[in-house]
């Protein structure tokens, strides 16, 4: 169900997959007692766990605090709490963290996490895209030529996709290594997720990349995006799908996501 990726550790976060998916993988195992939704109103606060220097997701420090962050806050403040925050840069961390929320989590509609993870209604879809740059004559997969390579993450699913495909390959260990990749004529293309080319886009408008959905009927590179909850009562989880329903409703989560490059996908 989850294809975590994460710059845990690392100094600077590299966008190679999605990390909140990771903290969920840890969160499984975590042995934090239930939280209900008596408790985060009592205790005024709901906590998000997050990576200190991981743009666009989330930051500790400067003016820019990520969308996990903007969005953790949209919805604390629709169950009329505060945003409390663990910044978490390892594996220990994350077990010893004591979340409510990761947010941007993988889920899909046929497997359920295990462990008292519940995940929310889902609020955006993302998955794989084919980059390319912006003179670039390529319009899908097959006009690629065959010397021509394709950056993938190294041991992906969309690499062993392409692999079988016969399609030429580089493997790269992040994804914002591969658009710089593609950006310096390296490569040919980039089979990376949409928020890692949106967050690229916005930081370098003079060389935007082009996105083609060349993977948009392969179910395993296409996944929905909702917001993961360490061991909740049904009313926490309740309050939760209804900030969410909100957040969409009025636009809001939309804009966060735009501020950062990334285009709002309703989720299927």
Known sequence: MIRAFSAVGRPRYRLARYAASLSLLVLWNASADARSLETVIERGALTLCASPNALPFASKAGPVPGFQVELGEKIAQQLGVKLTREWVVSAIQYRRADCDLVLDVIARKDTQPAGGVRV????????????VRGDSP???LASLGSDQRVGVPVGSVVSMTLAKGGTATSPFVFEDDIVAALANREIEA?????MTVGWFNLQHADKPLRLIPAFDNDQDLNWNIAAGLLRPDDKLRARVDAAIEALLADGT????YARYGIELRPPQ
């Open 190 to 194: 980039a089979a990376v997720t949409p």
């Open 138 to 140: 390529a319009s899908s």
């Open 120 to 131: 929310s209604r889902p609020y955006h879809r993302s998955g794989v895209v084919l980059a």
């Open 253 to 256: 989560i939309a804009r966060i």
